[in-house]
């Protein structure tokens, strides 16, 4: 696989890794009233720190990434093993012509 692959294959991990960490930040509705902007919803964190949601996205994203790549060098999940009623049929190479 060439290297783009890998890099647009992180972006999509990274981007899949975001909407994990992201319900996991912080806890809501410990503020008082009178710090809250208008119209901020009750369940908006207080405090919203971007760099640290994005170094826990990028770690979590890396983890996943470094599981991938070993998966694709060593076979550990494949489509066959994945299939559980038997309806993958051995691809069979064509004739040359």
Same mark, same amino acid.
């Given at each position: 696989?060439?290297?783009?692959?890998?890099? =647009?294959?992180?972006?999509? $991990?990274? @981007?899949?890794? &975001?909407?994990? %960490?992201?319900?996991?930040?912080?806890?809501?509705? @410990? &503020? #008082?009233?009178?710090? #809250? %902007?208008?119209?901020? *919803?009750?369940? =908006?964190?207080? /405090?919203? #720190? *971007?760099? /640290? %949601? &994005?170094? /826990?996205? @990028? $770690?979590? &994203?890396?983890?996943?990434? =470094?599981?991938?790549?070993?998966?694709?060098?060593?076979?550990? %999940?494949? *489509?066959?093993?994945?299939?559980?009623?038997?309806?993958?049929?051995?691809?069979?190479?064509?004739?040359? /012509?």
């Amino acid at each position: 696989m060439r290297w783009t692959s890998f890099l =647009a294959i992180y972006f999509l $991990i990274w @981007t899949l890794s &975001a909407f994990l %960490v992201l319900p996991f930040e912080e806890r809501q509705g @410990t &503020a #008082r009233a009178e710090d #809250r %902007v208008p119209g901020q *919803a009750d369940s =908006a964190p207080v /405090r919203f #720190r *971007a760099g /640290r %949601v &994005a170094l /826990r996205v @990028t $770690i979590v &994203a890396t983890i996943l990434f =470094a599981l991938f790549v070993l998966n694709y060098e060593y076979d550990w %999940v494949t *489509a066959r093993s994945l299939d559980f009623f038997g309806g993958m049929d051995p691809v069979q190479p064509s004739a040359p /012509r």
